[in-house]
C-alpha cells in the first residue's frame, strides 16, 4: 500500500510502498477512500525535517541537554548512533482519515465490515484503528465532508474547555482551518463569534460563515475593537487556534477579555504572560488537548476502555460523533472550505508548496482497490535456498534499529524478514540494512521453511506467546527479555521446550560484554562464594509507560532488572536458589523501580542488585563491585574496570560495551554450524523464576525459595 511519510534526517516528504497493517484486537482495518492534510500541524513536521542539525537542536533544547547527560555517560560515539538512529525514523503523516471497514478485530462488537468511518489514521491507503478512535459516518454525510471529523474535534474540545453560554461573545484568534470550525460550532452554540486572522482570504470565509471577521493588516486594533463590539465590556472568552511563536498573542487575548473571563489555546503560540494581565482580571488559562478526554490514554484508546458516560459525558471518539452529526444536521458547513481536491499520487502538489500555500483545506482522494491488501513486500532480491541461518525478525521499534540489526550487520546474517505491526518502520530497516521482505503479518515467517531463526523484540506481553509459536513451528528463537511475564507463560514455554528440539536463546546480553568477560576470566573457575553489588542507576520513566504497565511491559523489576539477575548469576558460577526484595515507599507496589534485590545462591555467593529510578542520569546507568578472596572488582559503566588486589591487573578501559555484538555473533554461528545454546535453558528459566520471585517476596515481606 502507498503511505505518507516524514523523513526528519533529508528532509523529504516521501510516497513510501509499505505492506498493508494486519488488523489487530480491539481494531478496526480500513480501506481509506478520503483523508484531509492538517496544513498547520503537517506543516511543522515539514519544516521541521527541512531543518539543519543546528536549527532541529534550537527547537529541542530539553532534548539537547538529554543528549549533553548522555555523552557525559556513555560517551561520544554510542550518543551520536543513537541520535541519529531516532532522526533516521520517519515519521507517517496525517491523522484525519476516511474509508470502509474491511476487517474488524476481536472484541470490536460495534462495527461491521462494510460501515463507512471517520479515524485519526494517517494518509495511508490502509489503516488499522483502535475502536474508541473510529465513529460511524451517518448516511447523508460524503466521505469527503466527513474528512473534517477529526480535526472538527479539535476545535470542539476547545470550546468544551471554554464552555460558552447562549448570547456570550467569543474571540477566535486565527481563521485557518480549526479556527474556521471553531467558529461555526461556537455560532451554533449561540454564541455572537468575533475573528481575527492577518489572510484576507480566511477573513472572508469567516464573514461568509456569519462571523464577524477582521485582518489586523488593514489597521484593526483587535483589542479595541473587541471593547468596542462589546460595548467595553470585552470577550466572555478567548479560543486562540493560531500558530505562532509571538508572546503578543496571549498579551492581546488578556487585553480584550473581561473581568473573569477565560481563554483557551489550541494552537500554539508564545507564552510569556504578563502576570498584570491575568491578575487584575481573574482571568483563567487552559490549554486544549487534541480530541479530547482519552486521549494519550492507553487505557482508553488502546485496551478499549471506555469512560462512563454519565461522568465523562465527552470523549475523544463521543466528539467525533458530535461533529459528525452537526455536518449531518448542516450546522457546520465544511464543503466551502475546501480549496483542493488531490489524488494520492500527486500529493506533492499540496506539500511542496505548504509554506506559502493559500490552500484552507486540501482533500487526498484515494483509489477505489479491490481485493486483500497484501501484508508483504520484498524490499530486495536476496536469494536464501539451501543456506543455513536464515532469520527473521518480529518487532521495529528502537531496540530492533538501534542495537540488534547494527549488530546483525557485522556478522553478515541473512535475514529473510522483519515484521512491525504498522509496516513502516519493518520497511525503513529493510533498505537500510537490506533485508529481503517487509511484512505485517508475522505468522508469515513462521510459515516460511527457509527461516531458521525467529528473533522476537516485541512489547514484553507478546513474547512468551511467538517463543511458544516458534517452538511450534520449527525454528529456534531469540526473544529480547523477559521471557515471559508470570509462571503460567513460564510453564507453556517449557511445557514447548519439552516438545521441541530448537534452542531458546534470551537477550541476556550482559554477560557477553568485554568487561563482563574480563571480570570472569579474573574471578576464575573457582567454585569460592563471591559477595555482588550491582546497581542499575535506571532513570525515571512515567508510570502510563508501557513498560510500567504490569500486563504489557511487566514492571521494570520483571522487564529489566533480569539484565542483572543473570550477570550477578553468570559472575557467581551459581543458580540463585532464594530471592528478598525491598522496595522504596511506605505502601510499595508490585510495579516498582526503586528496590533493593537480595540473591542467595546454590554456592553460598550473596548479591544484591539496587534498582533505581530516582538518581540523576548524569551519574553513572550501571556499576557492578565483586569481592572474593580479598580481592575486588570495580566496573563503571561498562566503559571501566579497576582491580584491586589481583596481580598484573589494576584497570582496564574501553569504549561502551554492553555484550550485544557477541552476543548476537554466537547466536548466529550456533545456527549456522549447530551446538549448545549461549545460555543453558536452565540458566534462563532461573533467572526468570528469580525476577518472578522478586515480586512475590515483596509482596509477602520474605524470602521466596526457588524450586
Known amino acids: 500500500m502507498k503511505q505518507i511519510i516524514q523523513d526528519l534526517k533529508e528532509g523529504n516528504t516521501i510516497l513510501e510502498e509499505v505492506p498493508a497493517p494486519v488488523v489487530k484486537n480491539g481494531q478496526v482495518l480500513i480501506q481509506t477512500s478520503r483523508s484531509l492534510v492538517s496544513l498547520g500541524t503537517e506543516r511543522m513536521l515539514v519544516e521541521f525535517g527541512k531543518a539543519s542539525y543546528i536549527q532541529k537542536a534550537r527547537q529541542e533544547p530539553a532534548r539537547i541537554k538529554m543528549v549533553l547527560d548522555k555523552v557525559k555517560t556513555d560517551g561520544l560515539k554510542p550518543t551520536m548512533q543513537a541520535v541519529f ?20 478485530g476481536k472484541g470490536v462488537p460495534e462495527f461491521k465490515v462494510g460501515d463507512r468511518v471517520a479515524s485519526n489514521g494517517h494518509h495511508a491507503e490502509y489503516v488499522s484503528i483502535p475502536h474508541n478512535l473510529v465513529a460511524r459516518i451517518p448516511d447523508n454525510v460524503s466521505d469527503e465532508d466527513a474528512a473534517f471529523t477529526v480535526i472538527g474535534s479539535i476545535g470542539l474540545q476547545g470550546i468544551r474547555l471554554i464552555n460558552p453560554t447562549f448570547g456570550e461573545t467569543i474571540v477566535v484568534v486565527g481563521l485557518g482551518l480549526i479556527g474556521l470550525l471553531t467558529g461555526q460550532l461556537l455560532k451554533a ?30 489597521g484593526t486594533d483587535q483589542v479595541k475593537m473587541v471593547h468596542s463590539l462589546t460595548n467595553d465590556v470585552g470577550a466572555d472568552g478567548v479560543i486562540i487556534t493560531a500558530s505562532n511563536k509571538s508572546n503578543e498573542i496571549i498579551a492581546q487575548c488578556a487585553q480584550m477579555s473581561r473581568k473573569r473571563g477565560r481563554i483557551v489555546l489550541v494552537g500554539v503560540v508564545g507564552l510569556d504572560i504578563s502576570r498584570a494581565d491575568f491578575y487584575e482580571k481573574e482571568l483563567s488559562f487552559q490549554v486544549s488537548c487534541s480530541y479530547g478526554p482519552g486521549r494519550y490514554d492507553d487505557d482508553y484508546e488502546q485496551k ?18 458530535a461533529v459528525l452529526q452537526a455536518i449531518s444536521q448542516g450546522v457546520l458547513k465544511v464543503a466551502p472550505l475546501i480549496t483542493e481536491r488531490i489524488p494520492l499520487a500527486d500529493y506533492q502538489l499540496i506539500y511542496n508548496n505548504m509554506s506559502g500555500s493559500a490552500t484552507i483545506a486540501a482533500v487526498l482522494v484515494y483509489d477505489d482497490k479491490s481485493g486483500d491488501p497484501v501484508t508483504t513486500i520484498k524490499i530486495n532480491e536476496n536469494k536464501f535456498g539451501g543456506q543455513k541461518g536464515v532469520l527473521g525478525i518480529i518487532g521495529a521499534g528502537n531496540f530492533t534499529s538501534a542495537t540488534m540489526l547494527p549488530a546483525l550487520k557485522k556478522t553478515g546474517a541473512l535475514i529473510k524478514y522483519i515484521a512491525s505491526s504498522g509496516g ?31 528473533l522476537i523484540t516485541t512489547r514484553h506481553d507478546k513474547h512468551a506467546a511467538m517463543v511458544v509459536e516458534s517452538m511450534e513451528a520449527g525454528k529456534h528463537v531469540f526473544v529480547e527479555k523477559p521471557l515471559a511475564l508470570n509462571h503460567a507463560e513460564l510453564q507453556h514455554i517449557v511445557a514447548a521446550k519439552q516438545q521441541s528440539n530448537t534452542t531458546v536463546n534470551v537477550g541476556f546480553n550482559r554477560r557477553f560484554a568485554p568487561l563482563a568477560l574480563k571480570m570472569k576470566k ?37 522487564g529489566e532488572a533480569c539484565h542483572f539477575i543473570d550477570l550477578c548469576s553468570y559472575l557467581c558460577g551459581s543458580k540463585v536458589k532464594a530471592v528478598c526484595m525491598n522496595a522504596m515507599g511506605l505502601n510499595p507496589g508490585e510495579n516498582t523501580d526503586n528496590a533493593s534485590i537480595l540473591l542467595k545462591y546454590e554456592n553460598g555467593s550473596n548479591a544484591v542488585i539496587n534498582y533505581f529510578s530516582n538518581g540523576n542520569k548524569s551519574y553513572s546507568k550501571e556499576r557492578v563491585e565483586v569481592y572474593s578472596q580479598e580481592r575486588t572488582l570495580i566496573m563503571d559503566n561498562w566503559r571501566k574496570l579497576f582491580g584491586y588486589g589481583f596481580k598484573g591487573f ?6 561502551q560495551d554492553k555484550g550485544h555484538a557477541a552476543q548476537f555473533e554466537l547466536i548466529v554461528k550456533r545456527i549456522k554450524e549447530g551446538g549448545e545454546p549461549i545460555i543453558p535453558f536452565d540458566d534462563i528459566l532461573n533467572t526468570t523464576l528469580a525476577s518472578f520471585a522478586a515480586i512475590e517476596s515483596l509482596n509477602n515481606s520474605g524470602w521466596i525459595f526457588i524450586d
Open 85 to 104: 538512529n531516532k532522526l533516521g525514523q520517519p515519521l507517517p503523516m496525517g491523522y484525519c482519515n476516511v474509508g470502509k471497514v474491511i476487517a474488524v
Open 189 to 218: 452554540n449561540g454564541c455572537r463569534v468575533i475573528g481575527f486572522d492577518f489572510d484576507e482570504n480566511k477573513v472572508r470565509l469567516a464573514r461568509e460563515a456569519g462571523i464577524m471577521a477582521y485582518n489586523p493588516a488593514d
Open 304 to 321: 478499549g476502555t471506555d469512560y462512563p458516560l454519565p461522568y465523562v459525558r465527552w470523549t475523544e471518539k463521543r466528539n467525533f460523533e
Open 424 to 454: 513502516l518502520s519493518g520497511t525503513t530497516l529493510s533498505k537500510k540494512y537490506g533485508i529481503a521482505n517487509s511484512t505485517t503479518d508475522y505468522k508469515s515467517i513462521f510459515r516460511d521453511s527457509e527461516v531458521d531463526l525467529v
Open 522 to 558: 579474573l574471578l576464575g573457575d573457582s567454585s569460592t562464594p563471591v559477595n555482588i553489588v550491582a546497581t542499575m542507576n535506571a532513570g525515571a520513566i512515567p508510570m502510563s509507560s508501557w513498560v510500567q504497565d504490569i500486563e504489557v511491559g511487566g514492571g521494570r523489576i520483571i
Open 650 to 655: 589494576s584497570s582496564e578501559s574501553a569504549s
